[in-house]
């Protein structure tokens, strides 16, 4: 650690009293960046101070500069750097350096900050009270680090920690920081007092090895971060967080930084023992999210006072970036196949340059109250398909029904291949009055082969799955059926097995009494009636 004297060099009015004389400078040499951490002043006058901080300032844009004793940080011709001011809370501002300007600045003793605030009318200048270096590189100190989050309760930060030499004992500083506007804020870790769960963090550590498990608990004192940092996560899904340590090494405080692997919400119903998996896929006519293997929307595990279900996507690369939002009634959900979300000319760009090794995709289904209340949620990071089924046309006759389906000529189609022991499942289901009524699901093996664009499949009543509740009780009465509300009524279609989940708004289905090889396309028997096809295909073993 290395002092810096504590005399303030130039005050502008009361402005100087806005921030500690604690304040100090945080660098890391991995990165080349300098955090000028300006905490809250400790007695803040309430006739002088108080008037101009926290009346006049909040919400203000502050500009800021670091001083050395030959060097100034932003360099000339650099970019502002700029914060909001918020009263009475710590602000870390980051200054982003060359790496052989970093190197000039490390061993020197002193520094001092400068705010403008409103620009040429006020400003402040004040020495910092201690300056840091990172000099540890702790990227490899863990195999991983995941948290597991009750949501607006507690969080579990579960790691694989290496060995790497980290003093635990008192001075030991642990938090999560995660990204508010445009200011870093942190969430303190604290040691676990009573109660505590094997190898997790406690004041009697000491071997950093042995810890693997760290968590944020709720109290009064931690309440008012807890909810600002919950607040943030449920806007912005794909907030920036890391995990850190900060303690002290030969005299010199060392900071180990390390990015989330998993962000995942703690099952407190026990819905996740039918293992619930979200699954997503980019069509060619539209964006498909379900739950994978799964032939509806509704849980077996109790919803308890759910009234409402929100479905929140983000996906993002190098190029793009997409949130689709939608909430539901929880009975109009439940009875729903999966989710679709028309294309939109954002969706169509995503497609197109759409990477696998590149591209994100956080999935969030989240059961509310009747006030709106998240109760319980789903979150997965699992990575978006692309689906290639762009139409198809359904056949119905007497002892069969088949189904013709073409793909699009996307690259990642022409790489596909389903083979013969993959088990697929086909499901027939219709709406009636906005609700969706399931006409039969079907289990059968077929090769697809993505390479050519026209291809068909038939299925039969020996396919039937009778462990799913159906409008009739059998096979039969459900094909008889069929044909009847063909007639009048919107038919679904749906395939599980290993790549794509699908919509189709606009086919053809057909009710034929004699088959026609998918060769011969040209003698149709019925007239054609315009229905509703989906498709879904993830994997479902064998």
């Known amino acids: 650690m290395i002092m810096a004297s504590i005399v303030a060099i130039s005050v502008s009015s009361s402005f100087s009293e806005c921030f500690s004389a604690k304040s100090y400078i945080n660098g890391n040499s991995v990165t080349n960046q300098l955090n000028l951490h300006l905490l809250p002043f400790e007695r803040l006058d ?37 914060f909001l001011y918020q009263f009475n809370q710590e602000i870390v501002v980051s200054f982003t350096l060359t790496p052989a300007d970093y190197l000039h600045i490390m061993d020197k003793q002193n520094a001092m900050y400068e705010l403008w605030y409103d620009v040429n009318l006020v400003k402040v200048n004040n020495s910092v009270n201690t300056i840091e270096h990172t000099k540890y590189n702790g990227t490899n100190c863990f195999q991983k680090v995941e948290i597991l989050y009750t949501i607006y309760g507690d969080i579990d930060i579960k790691v694989a920690p290496n060995s790497c030499s980290v003093a635990i004992d008192p001075n030991l500083q642990v938090y999560l920081e995660f990204q508010e506007g445009l200011q870093n804020n942190q969430l303190p870790v604290y040691p676990c007092a009573s109660n505590c769960a094997p190898n997790e963090y406690q004041a009697s550590s000491t071997d950093f090895s042995q810890i693997t498990l760290y968590r944020v608990k709720q109290s009064p004192s931690i309440a008012p971060a807890l909810q600002s940092f919950y607040s943030h996560f449920i806007e912005n899904r794909n907030i920036s967080i890391t995990f850190n340590l900060r303690f002290n090494s030969h005299g010199l405080y060392s900071v180990i930084s390390r990015p989330l692997d998993k ?158 022991t993959d088990k697929n499942t086909l499901g027939l289901f219709y709406k009636e009055n906005g609700k969706t009524q399931s006409l039969g699901f079907y289990r059968f093996h077929y090769p697809i082969d ?93």
Request: glycine content about 4%; proline content about 3%; hydrophobic content about 40%.
């Open 46 to 82: 309430k006739i002088t101070s108080e008037n101009l901080c926290k009346m006049y300032l909040p919400g203000k844009v502050v500009v800021a500069q670091i001083h050395y004793d030959d060097m100034s940080f932003p360099r000339p011709g650099d970019a502002e750097v700029n």
């Open 450 to 542: 993505y390479k050519v664009l026209y291809q068909g499949v038939c299925f039969v009543c020996d396919q039937f799955i009778d462990d799913t509740t159906y409008v009739k009780p059998t096979c039969r009465e459900n094909q008889e059926y069929t044909k009847k509300v063909l007639k009048t009524a919107t038919i679904g279609l749906g395939i599980i097995s290993s790549y794509e989940s699908i919509i189709l708004n606009t086919v053809v289905a057909e009710y034929q009494t004699v088959f026609v090889p998918f060769v011969v396309c040209s003698s149709i028997v019925a007239a054609a009636v315009a229905i509703t096809i989906a498709v879904f295909l993830h994997k479902a073993g064998n």
């Open 263 to 420: 962000f995942l919400a703690n099952d407190t119903w026990g819905c996740m023992e039918v293992h619930v998996v979200l699954a997503s896929t980019l069509n060619p006519n539209s964006f498909f999210m379900q739950y994978r293997d799964s032939l509806t929307n509704k849980l077996v595990c109790d919803t308890q006072d759910a009234v409402k279900v929100k479905i929140d996507i983000q996906i993002w690369d190098m190029k793009n970036k997409i949130r689709l939002q939608r909430e539901y009634k929880i009975e109009d959900f439940n009875e729903e196949v999966g989710s679709t979300f028309e294309n939109t000319p954002e969706l169509v760009k995503l497609r197109q340059d759409f990477d696998v090794l590149i591209s994100k995709t956080i999935i969030v289904v989240s059961y509310l109250n009747a006030d709106g209340r998240i109760l319980w949620e789903i979150i997965t990071y699992e990575q978006a398909y692309i689906g290639c089924v762009s139409r198809a046309t359904l056949h119905l006759y007497e002892d069969k029904n088949c189904l013709k389906y073409a793909f699009d000529d996307h690259p990642q189609c022409l790489m596909q291949f389903i083979n013969a």
